[in-house]
Every structure is written in C-alpha cells, then in structure tokens.
C-alpha cells in the first residue's frame, strides 16, 4: 500500500557531505512525521532525525552537522549529511508515520535501507 523510496547513499569522506532522500508513495491520507535512523554493524537502530509539522528533533551525535527537511506536496524527506565522520558509517532508514486511504489509523512504514560509509 505504501512504499518508502530511498536514495543518496554511498561513500563519503571524512568532513565530506552526502544527502539522502526519501520519497512516499502511495494511497497515503496524512503523513504526520518522517524520520531517519541508522543501524550500525553489531548495533541497535538508532534515531538520527525526525520531522513533524515544523518541529526537528536530533540525535546529540548529529546535532549541528546533520539537517533534516521535509517536502510536504512531494511526501519526501531529506537528511543532508555534513562534516561527516567514520562513526557515521551505517545502513540509514526512511520512516514515516501515517494515515491510509480514511485517515482512521496511524502505520509506521520503513524503507529499505541505504548503506552510507564514510571512509578516506
């Protein structure tokens, strides 16, 4: 019913930048919030950045280097990735908590996974 298309990952170089996107598609009524997280090898998934109306939220290792942005008449989600550090190498993951065809529900959808290493 709803797909969360990723894209953007790849190699960076330490201090580099990299941007991932992440577009909904879908029979989507709202989307409430979108977010990323990151799952590091032998590591939990953790929360990198959520979006909801005009509020942003961080994790404390990505605040000031990381920014999210959201294009509400795209249903995309952005994470632009700057000063990036080796420690930043994982897999990322689209999320988005929404409401389907009569709004009646709210579902938490993920996307695939893009991998990012950063590496020199």
């Known amino acids: 019913q709803v797909q969360l298309v990723e894209s953007g990952g790849g190699l960076g170089q330490p201090g580099g930048s990299l941007r991932l996107s992440c577009a909904a598609y879908g029979s989507i009524f709202t989307i409430y919030a979108m977010g990323w997280y990151r799952q590091a090898p032998g590591k939990q998934r953790e929360l990198v950045a959520t979006?909801?109306?005009?509020?942003?939220n961080y994790a404390d290792s990505v605040k000031g280097r990381f920014t999210i942005s959201r294009d509400n008449a795209e249903n995309t989600v952005y994470l632009q990735m700057n000063s990036l550090k080796p420690e930043d190498t994982a897999v990322y993951y689209c999320n988005a908590n929404l409401s389907l065809g009569d709004g009646a529900r709210r579902y938490d959808y993920w996307g695939q996974g893009t991998q990012v290493t950063v590496s020199s």
């Open positions: 979006i909801s109306g005009g509020s942003t």
